[in-house]
């Protein structure tokens, strides 16, 4: 196995790493995964999963529809027990009940609720002003957030209003606005045509770039081959 | 040659459902079940109410006869607007497709479901009408022939009102102007009643049987309903494929969430999506986070003016007849539990920001805030807007009919509070338990369609429970205490569970 790949134990057959960095410098990881796995009813949804990422890291969770992607991310967020092993995120049990915890993970799992009466920058400007303090800042952060997504233009647009392309960029927009340690994406490039996926990666690399850890599943190779420092593939459970 | 196609196309479509006899047999079974179970005490429930001395004393009043006119108006501009959003000629999408989109005329292929459409509304107005005549004859306040016309003329008002919601499908923008032209005209031939000559809704509420003879009036209704019949092609080949498409669907999926008993995602499809104000800042950041909320949640109502406009409407007449139910003589029942239905529609479009709160508290963190904070700050809105209104209402309809201000005041304020929390806990209910689907085996059948359906609407039923134990409020507050407590408990259930 490629010392930088870490793979569900479940999988036999080899895989690719791409430019990673050896996990062996994770000496503080931020997000661990331990021997993770989920049954439901007898159906093994997540088999045996285990890697380990530190700050300013990416990883790319691979794998077939149904091979226990998102039930991973799910478990991540705390939002389902895993049936076996452990999972910490900052050296701490995932606890989605802690507002600390909250503060420190954004996830973006579908899209996130939409207000019908707001328009994308309104939107995006709420969400800000819940995590800045001055009123300057929130202006700022919401512009520059938009242009990040190319969402500048249809500012005032209603999420109505919106392709199902541009409404992807408006919930990815919701999530990179708020800050976060933690990023956590089930498929974010969804939707997207190549240009789109490009913004998303940049975005991707800026907040990457800044210390944060984001682990996300996606089908995309060009998404995972561009930001990934870690792929972790998923069989697709017996 | 058109209608040959027609009738093989439609024998086509409904060869692909073909009911077997044993099918039929079920579908006989399950309509006796329900007019027995549901159909016959609701009709007799009616008879009891307007054969009962509160009943019969507003039967008879003076105002009956204006307020019959009123009455029909308010049906004409309601089915003109009804047609806007979905109208009497529609088909399941795909047939629609099939059929506007070929050669065939659209007055026929479009004139069964606006013959089934307008024979239900007929019985309705026709039922109605009957139900009151026969009170009246019961109690010999009105002849047999005196009936007979009124009822006649409530058929002929049936016709007219399919017609005008088609009329209300066929010119949607032309729709929501005639219908407010309609109810002002209305009105105003409430404060100048010879105006009721005139006009035709006038005219069916001179056929009153306590109106004296109304063969004249009659007569005028039945020459519009003539005049309504002969236009109806036109009307019909006037509709468009797309208005038809877009109608057709919406009221498939409304039909579709309707029948999991998802009746607030069924609603949602109607709601009008703003298009106004969409360069009104509405963030505003500041430090007092609860001004950012509350000027967001005014900016929202602004977006969308003819839905708030309707809420507060709603809600002061919900104000309104809450306090007029705590005046002696009136049927304090049938006042409040309209005021407890009015007013739970009304907080629906007022509390959009709550409901908005209660989504994202049961999604993934996306506010720098607590959502207890959340759905708090997104309270403020509709409680000052609900509370402002309804006393208001409450208060001046209080001092102009001698009820007392404090009882009114007291029990506008809490039916106002209570729609608010069942909003709320509405938002957070999420599907319909997998528990309810078990069967209820019963004598009768099963009964588990009714805890579905007890379930989809108990909220609405708890408003008009709340305004009915608000009447009691000047004797004791005990049943709306108990009641609010336990809509408290039900609530706070739901939002420990909302995730």
């Known amino acids: 196995m490629h010392p930088k790949d870490f793979r569900s134990n479940a999988l036999s057959a080899p895989s690719t790493a791409k430019n990673a960095k050896d996990p062996a410098s994770v000496l503080s990881p931020v997000v661990s995964v331990d021997a993770v796995s989920m049954t439901a009813n007898d159906t093994l949804l997540l088999p045996p999963t285990t890697f380990q990422s530190g700050p300013g890291q990416v990883v790319a969770l691979r794998g077939e529809n149904g091979s226990g992607k998102t039930t991973l991310l799910r478990a991540l967020a705390g939002r389902i027990r895993p049936t076996t092993g452990t999972i910490q995120v900052s050296c701490q049990p995932v606890n989605e009940r802690d507002p600390e915890f909250r503060r420190r993970v954004?996830?973006?799992?579908?899209?996130?609720?939409?207000?019908?009466?707001?328009?994308?920058?309104?939107?995006?400007?709420?969400?800000?002003?819940?995590?800045?303090?001055?009123?300057?800042?929130?202006?700022?952060?919401?512009?520059?957030?938009?242009?990040e997504f190319g969402l500048t233009e249809l500012a005032a647009r209603f999420p109505h209003e919106l392709s199902s392309g541009q409404t992807q960029l408006f919930g990815l927009a919701l999530v990179f606005v708020r800050p976060f340690n933690v990023l956590l994406l089930d498929e974010p490039e969804q939707r997207l045509d190549p240009g789109r996926v490009e913004l998303l990666a940049q975005a991707i690399l800026f907040r990457r770039a800044a210390g944060a850890t984001i682990v996300a599943a996606t089908h995309s190779s060009s998404l995972a081959d561009c930001t990934a420092d870690l792929t972790v593939t998923l069989g697709t459970p017996s | 040659m058109s209608a040959s196609r027609l009738s093989a196309a439609l024998e086509i479509w409904h060869a692909r459902?073909?009911?077997?006899?044993?099918?039929?047999?079920?579908?006989?079974?399950?309509?006796?079940?329900?007019?027995?179970?549901?159909?016959?005490?609701?009709?007799?429930?009616?008879?009891?109410?307007?054969?009962?001395?509160?009943?019969?004393?507003?039967l008879t009043s003076a105002n009956a006869s204006?307020?019959?006119?009123?009455?029909?108006?308010?049906?004409?501009?309601?089915?003109?607007?009804?047609?806007?959003?979905?109208?009497?000629?529609?088909?399941?999408?795909?047939?629609?497709?099939?059929?506007?989109?070929?050669?065939?005329?659209?007055?026929?292929?479009?004139?069964?479901?606006?013959?089934?459409?307008?024979?239900?509304?007929?019985?309705?107005?026709?039922?109605?009408?009957?139900?009151?005549?026969?009170?009246?004859?019961?109690?010999?306040?009105?002849?047999l022939a005196g009936v007979i016309v009124f009822a006649a003329a409530a058929v002929a008002t049936g016709v007219v009102t399919a017609v005008l919601w088609l009329v209300g499908q066929a010119f949607p923008r032309a729709a929501l102007p005639v219908s407010l032209i309609l109810l002002v005209l209305a009105g105003m031939s409430l404060s100048v009643p010879e105006m009721l000559t005139f006009t035709p809704w006038g005219w069916v509420g001179t056929t009153y049987p306590l109106a004296g003879s109304g063969v004249l009036?009659?007569?005028?209704?039945?020459?519009?309903?003539?005049?309504?019949?002969?236009?109806?092609?036109?009307?019909?080949?006037?509709?468009?494929?797309?208005?038809?498409?877009?109608?057709?669907?919406?009221?498939?999926?409304?039909?579709?969430?309707?029948?999991?008993?998802?009746?607030?995602?069924?609603?949602?499809?109607?709601?009008?999506?703003?298009?106004?104000?969409?360069?009104?800042?509405?963030?505003?950041?500041?430090?007092?986070?609860?001004?950012?909320?509350?000027?967001?949640?005014?900016?929202?109502q602004a977006r969308t003016p003819g839905r708030s406009l309707r809420a507060i409407t709603a809600a002061a007449a919900a104000g309104a007849l809450i306090a007029l139910s705590f005046m002696p003589g009136t049927p304090s029942a049938l006042l409040a539990g309209v005021a407890g239905i009015?007013?739970?529609?009304?907080?629906?479009?007022?509390?959009?920001?709550?409901?908005?709160?209660?989504?994202?508290?049961?999604?993934?963190?996306?506010?720098?805030?607590?959502?207890?904070?959340?759905?708090?700050?997104?309270?403020?809105?509709?409680?000052?807007?609900?509370?402002?209104?309804?006393?208001?209402?409450?208060?001046?309809?209080?001092?102009?009919?001698?009820?007392?201000l404090g009882v009114a005041l007291t029990g506008a304020g809490a039916i106002g509070i209570l729609a608010l929390v069942l909003r709320f806990g509405s938002a957070l209910k999420g599907p319909l338990p997998p528990s309810l689907l078990t069967p209820v085996n019963t004598p009768a059948g099963d009964l588990s369609g009714v805890m579905q359906i007890g379930w989809a609407i108990s909220d609405p039923l708890i408003a008009i429970l709340g305004a009915l134990n608000a009447t009691v409020l000047p004797i004791t507050p005990i049943p709306l205490m108990m009641l609010a407590v336990c809509v408290g408990v039900a609530v706070l259930v739901r939002w420990k569970k909302r995730r």
């Open chain 2, 17 to 58: 459902r073909e009911r077997t006899g044993s099918n039929k047999a079920y579908v006989l079974y399950a309509f006796l079940l329900v007019a027995v179970i549901v159909i016959v005490p609701v009709v007799r429930a009616l008879w009891v109410i307007v054969s009962s001395p509160a009943g019969l004393a507003v």
């Open chain 2, 66 to 143: 204006a307020a019959v006119s009123l009455i029909v108006a308010a049906l004409w501009a309601g089915a003109i607007l009804a047609g806007q959003k979905r109208g009497p000629a529609l088909l399941p999408p795909f047939l629609l497709h099939a059929l506007t989109g070929s050669s065939i005329r659209r007055a026929l292929t479009l004139r069964m479901p606006v013959l089934r459409a307008t024979a239900i509304v007929v019985a309705m107005c026709a039922a109605g009408a009957i139900l009151v005549g026969m009170a009246l004859f019961n109690d010999g306040h009105a002849q």
């Open chain 2, 217 to 300: 009036s009659l007569t005028g209704t039945a020459a519009l309903a003539i005049a309504s019949i002969i236009v109806t092609p036109v009307l019909l080949n006037r509709l468009t494929g797309m208005q038809l498409s877009t109608q057709a669907a919406r009221w498939e999926r409304a039909t579709a969430f309707s029948f999991s008993f998802d009746f607030r995602a069924a609603t949602a499809v109607y709601e009008a999506e703003p298009h106004l104000g969409r360069n009104i800042r509405a963030i505003t950041p500041s430090r007092h986070r609860w001004a950012t909320f509350f000027l967001r949640d005014v900016a929202g």
């Open chain 1, 106 to 147: 954004a996830v973006m799992i579908g899209l996130p609720p939409m207000a019908s009466d707001l328009t994308v920058f309104d939107h995006v400007a709420l969400v800000a002003s819940t995590w800045e303090t001055s009123p300057g800042s929130v202006e700022a952060l919401t512009r520059r957030v938009l242009d």
């Open chain 2, 342 to 404: 009015v007013i739970y529609g009304a907080t629906g479009p007022l509390t959009k920001g709550l409901q908005h709160a209660a989504s994202v508290a049961g999604d993934y963190p996306l506010y720098g805030i607590s959502d207890r904070h959340l759905v708090l700050l997104h309270t403020l809105f509709p409680l000052i807007a609900l509370l402002a209104v309804l006393t208001t209402s409450a208060t001046v309809t209080a001092l102009t009919n001698g009820v007392p």
